[in-house]
């Protein structure tokens, strides 16, 4: 058994990390990047990371991934990327003409101290970025916080670079969607579209990591927001902006920067959560839920309704991005499961709060760790188990090794296609979670069964 | 995006089979901004050692190295599998600013102690170039004090391409090499290198070379083991396959030890049957292993022929593309899927040398055009030109091709199909066969 090597022994570990619950910076920057109609994000390193970069979400969206490189050698380490940035832009705007490039660092040109702000100036005054282009770009050192730190440090560089305040205010909301995959995006647009509110949303992603085969390869697919979309931002009425810890930052900056008030809310994932979402979203309309919206919201409560009895008592251990973990725990909590072990690989002192919030009322010991790996999560497992795990593809490992039911969620999902295309957030979201959930469980019923209890109606 | 800028520097980097003068500007830095599908020094270093099973591969830097290399690669292991963890130190802001060294000590020293490995890697990344930890110091420390070997890797991403990873990859090998027990090892006997058990590749090599009746010493390093590498030197012959990751080795051997090295590939009926005969060659002075070579042959080509046959006839005619990393791997392509009726409309790698180039050139087609560290732009452009119809590359082309409705095959570490050997040569026909003639390729707007 491939995971047969954890010990059960707990030891506190403090010098290293053996099987992440997280990733680096610039591959959050780059997703998010990628959220921007015509843009090409550029890693400002040496080759290798953005290889990876590239190869890991080529792999988890089954999509080409276009990223440039600053390609640093020995030369440019010593003496700093500048030469090669300045080289990059130019070459960029000239083969693959792009609207915008978005630079990131890496753990490289951060630590040799490169001012890619100034480089880009200097692009600038050098004539290097033609006429109605952009370059932005965000810091993003690995060695601090995690792939959610860099996409919120990206996110929070298109409200720096773009958004402006004409002063006259735009009849239209802003929604910061957080680090969540390419439908869920789509559907936060749709729920705000139902109450009839008109939005920028940014990054937005849909349509450019999952859009159709045409038999065509378009290096910038239709999605994305555009820059007049983004510049407008300035202008909205407010903004809506859903996870603290990757949309948190954007959403303060907009708000100090252009004076748009904004509401910053858990991700629309549950019941509850959701509920919090369109009240946000009525607010902003000033009118009535719409029909739609609460016949979904109906059929999310019926199901819960119908199935509690195989939800009731559960112990579910999950890992994954902070955002996301919370709002999932608040849920599991509301159909009566309860997330006894939660693991994020972010540091970061509120998510241990929140969860501890959330499961106060839990019947087990609750073990939560911000900044955690999934070799301690496993071994948490190994002392003591549990009825389902939910965690991205490499809990897959941990799952066959303890043998419990499973669900792929979060980032990289390496094996499964569902997360490009059926949202997780909104009541759909948690109808399709709910089935996910009920799947894992009741196979697992169906496959221990002796004979005798082996049941037709469950 | 037909007609696309190429840019002016990256000229001499593209050439088209026919056209006058043939220089590959080749073994350069790739251009700051262009796409390249190339990887790093670490990346290269990480692919030939990861495979030995039971040594701790412990990666020296901030978490996403690590991360992103973390099991993706499909080498088989026999027994322990410590090697598919990720450990990483996973260095955070302070350790940037005071150094990683007692961070890194304090690793090892836990890990060694939890997973009892037989030797240790320590993977140096970018950042420890940039930072000066004396990764020496302690691995050399921690050697004494576990009484295992602790091997630094010297693979700094930045301090070239993943060619310079193998070489440090096996630097850290040639640590090792030499300290076993050799009194029991005859004389017909060899080390395999280059070959790293994807999908049991080595496994399969391995059985054919004990089939003749010779020893397998060591794999370099499919389904490796620290003792096996230890007494690798008691070899008579090292075989090195092709793509050229274990040269520095094999080099080193040579002059240390005095092993001869030769150069095959497992890769087409051809290549395959051709390093059996070399290899049979080499051990001329017992004719046995030359008879049993032909009898495996003879054997092997009779039992997938018919089926060989029946891909043939619905490929023939259809035009392939290849990328590859090393271009060592392309000459072997060529040749396969010619067997199966396909010619090469494209070939390019993303590290070949001036002499490999010059090799492609000599074997491909007039027309054919061979690029070097090309990026997806070019690639698709000639891909749409020269109307091919499959695709032969790597991860980051797959989704690329499919997009141009064109069919793919995966060459590269991350397959989960063996391809090396007879039966894999079925498996690379078989899985052409159906990406080629695949359904929906009709059903395409
Ligand atoms: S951790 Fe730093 S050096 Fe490693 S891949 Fe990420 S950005 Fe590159
Ligand atoms: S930091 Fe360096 S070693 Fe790590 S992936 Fe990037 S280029 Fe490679």
New interface residues.
């Given amino acids: 058994m491939l995971l047969r090597h954890t010990p059960l022994k707990i030891q506190d570990r403090k010098a290293l990390s053996v099987n992440p619950a997280k990733t680096c910076q610039p591959i959050g920057a780059m997703y998010a990047a990628l959220g921007i109609h015509g843009c090409l994000p550029h890693s400002h390193g040496s080759q290798g990371c953005c290889a990876y970069h590239r190869s890991t979400l080529t792999r988890h969206y089954k999509e080409p991934i276009m990223s440039g490189t600053s390609s640093f050698t020995e030369g440019a380490s010593v003496f700093g990327g500048q030469a090669n940035l300045l080289q990059a832009i130019n070459n960029i705007f000239t083969i693959y003409e792009p609207d915008l490039i978005a630079v990131h660092t890496t753990c490289l040109s951060e630590t040799i101290g490169d001012d890619v702000l100034q480089i880009t100036r200097k692009a600038r005054d050098d004539g290097k970025i033609p006429e109605g282009k952009h370059v932005i770009h965000a810091s993003t050192p690995s060695y601090v916080g995690s792939h959610v730190t860099g996409f919120a440090n990206m996110t929070k560089a298109m409200v720096n670079y773009f958004a402006e305040s004409t002063g006259k205010k735009k009849n239209q909301i802003n929604l910061i969607p957080g680090y969540v995959e390419p439908p869920d995006m789509e559907e936060i647009r749709r729920l705000a579209e139902l109450m009839n509110l008109s939005t920028v949303m940014f990054p937005d992603t849909s349509g450019v990591l999952n859009g159709p085969q045409t038999g065509r390869y378009r290096m910038f697919p239709p999605g994305g927001v555009t820059i007049p979309e983004l510049i407008s931002t300035g202008d909205s009425m407010g903004t809506i902006a859903m996870g603290e810890y990757a949309s948190g930052d954007a959403a303060r900056v907009l708000d100090t920067k252009c004076k748009v008030p904004c509401k910053i809310l858990d991700l629309p994932i549950g019941l509850q959560a959701t509920d919090r979402y369109i009240d946000a979203l009525r607010k902003q309309a000033g009118t009535e839920v719409p029909a739609q919206i609460n016949f979904e919201r109906g059929q999310l409560l019926d199901i819960i309704t119908d199935m509690q009895a195989w939800f009731y008592g559960k112990k579910v251990a999950l890992a994954g991005d902070p955002d996301q973990m919370i709002a999932l725990s608040e849920f599991l909590v509301a159909i009566d499961m309860w997330p006894v072990y939660v693991v994020t690989g972010t540091p970061g002192k509120i998510f241990e709060k929140r969860i501890n919030e959330i499961t106060k009322n839990s019947p087990y010991p609750v073990k939560v760790k911000a900044g955690g790996d999934l070799f301690l999560l496993h071994q948490w497992i190994k002392n003591e188990s549990v009825d389902l795990l939910i965690a991205n593809t490499y809990g897959k490992y941990m799952a066959r090794d303890s043998d419990i039911p499973f669900i792929r969620y979060g980032f990289p999902i390496l094996d499964r296609i569902g997360h490009s295309y059926f949202p997780s957030v909104g009541y759909r979201g948690g109808m399709r979670l709910l089935e996910k959930i009920l799947d894992a469980i009741l196979d697992r019923k169906d496959r221990d069964s002796p004979e005798e209890s082996f049941e037709l109606v469950m | ?1 037909e007609n ?4 002016k520097e990256r000229k001499d980097q593209i050439y088209q089979k026919g056209s006058e003068s043939f220089e590959m500007s080749c073994e350069k ?15 290269g270093s990480r692919v030939v050692l990861y495979p030995i099973a039971d040594a701790l591969h ?1 990666i020296h ?12 690669r499909g080498a088989l292991s026999s027994g ?3 090697h ?10 302070s ?2 600013i005071f150094g990683g060294e007692k ?5 090892l020293d ?2 060694i102690d ?2 009892k490995p037989k030797a240790a890697f320590v993977y140096a ?3 420890i ?3 000066g930890d004396d990764i020496d110091a302690v691995c050399r420390k921690v050697s004494q004090e576990k009484g295992i070997p602790v091997i630094a890797v010297h693979s700094e ?5 993943k060619k310079d990873g193998y070489a440090a990859a096996c630097n850290a090998l040639a640590l090792l090499v030499g300290q076993g027990e050799i009194s029991k090892i005859g004389p017909l006997s060899l080390n395999i290198m280059g070959e790293f058990n994807i999908a049991g590749e080595a496994w399969s090599i391995k059985e054919y070379y004990q089939k003749m009746g010779l020893e397998v010493v060591s794999i370099f390093t499919g389904d490796g083991r620290i003792h096996d590498i230890k007494k690798s030197h008691g070899a008579s012959l090292n075989v090195v396959q092709c793509s050229g990751s274990m040269l520095t080795l094999a080099n080193h051997m040579e002059e240390k030890y005095g092993i001869p090295y030769i150069r095959v590939s497992y890769f087409g009926i051809e290549d395959m049957s051709k390093a059996l005969y070399d290899v049979a060659d080499f051990f001329n002075e017992d004719p046995s292993v030359m008879n049993r070579a032909k009898e495996i042959v003879k054997q092997e080509i009779n039992a997938i022929y018919p089926q060989l046959k029946k891909y043939k006839k619905a490929l023939e005619g259809r035009r392939a593309a290849i990328y590859v990393g090393g271009a060592f791997k392309a000459f072997s392509m060529i040749k396969a899927l010619r067997s199966i009726g396909m010619s090469v409309v494209l070939a390019g790698s993303q590290t070949g040398k001036q002499e490999d180039y010059e090799c492609l050139r000599d074997m491909c087609d007039d027309g054919t055009i061979i690029v070097d560290d090309a ?3 070019e690639l ?1 452009k000639y891909c749409l030109e020269k109307k091919v119809d499959l695709f032969v590359g790597g ?2 082309e ?3 091709a ?4 064109i069919g793919f095959c995966d060459h590269n570490h991350e397959r989960k199909i063996s391809l090396a050997g007879y039966d894999g040569m079925l498996n690379f026909a078989r899985e052409v066969y159906s990406s080629v003639k695949s359904p929906v390729w009709d059903l ?2």
Avoid at chain 2, 103 to 107: D, H, Q
């Fill in positions: 995006m696309l800028k190429i840019l830095n790739s251009l700051a901004g262009s796409i390249s599908q190339r990887a790093c020094v670490f990346c412990l830097g901030p978490i996403g190295c690590a991360a992103y290399t973390w099991d993706i322990p599998q410590l598919r963890f990720s450990f990483s130190t996973d260095l955070s802001e350790d940037i961070k890194l000590y304090a690793a836990e890990l939890i997973h990344t970018c950042i170039g940039i930072i991403g930045f301090k070239g391409t990026n997806p732009l698709s991860v980051k797959r989704p690329m499919y997009k141009l409705g395409m707007p």
